[in-house]
Nanobody
Framework: QVQVVESGGGLVQPGASLRLSCAAS????????MGWYRQAPGKQRELVAT???????NYADSVKGRFTISRGNAKNTTYLQMNSLKPEDTAVYYC????????????WGQGTQVTVSS
């Protein structure tokens, strides 16, 4: 079994920064991709950023230049550094890990709330 746990959400003012953390643990043979999606009230879940095991990154156009995804020193961890936050970034942020464990599967975290408001 694989567990994915996020942390780091909170309430911040517009223009502030926040860093989300995500760790996947359990019977992981190899991690393929880790990433973040978000879902705002009344909207569909949307991709925010992804990072492959080789370090290749991908970002939604709405966060390019403001958000940075990275891998942690600890195995199967990833971070999302969010700068210049806007009210429209308010959402529940979900981390996911696509892994071989032993079958190829995607595991999701429980989500962490990010609220940007003055």
């Amino acid at each position: 079994q694989v567990q994915v746990v996020e942390s780091g959400g909170g309430l911040v003012q517009p223009g502030a920064s926040l860093r989300l953390s995500c760790a996947a643990s359990g019977s992981i043979f190899r991690t393929i991709v880790m990433g973040w999606y978000r879902q705002a009230p009344g909207k569909q879940r949307e991709l925010v950023a992804t990072i492959t095991s080789g370090g290749r990154t991908n970002y939604a156009d709405s966060v390019k230049g403001r958000f940075t995804i990275s891998r942690g020193n600890a195995k199967n961890t990833t971070y999302l550094q969010m700068n210049s936050l806007k009210p429209e970034d308010t959402a529940v942020y979900y981390c996911y890990a696509e892994v071989w464990s032993p079958a190829r599967y995607v595991y999701w975290g429980q989500g962490t709330q990010v609220t940007v408001s003055s």
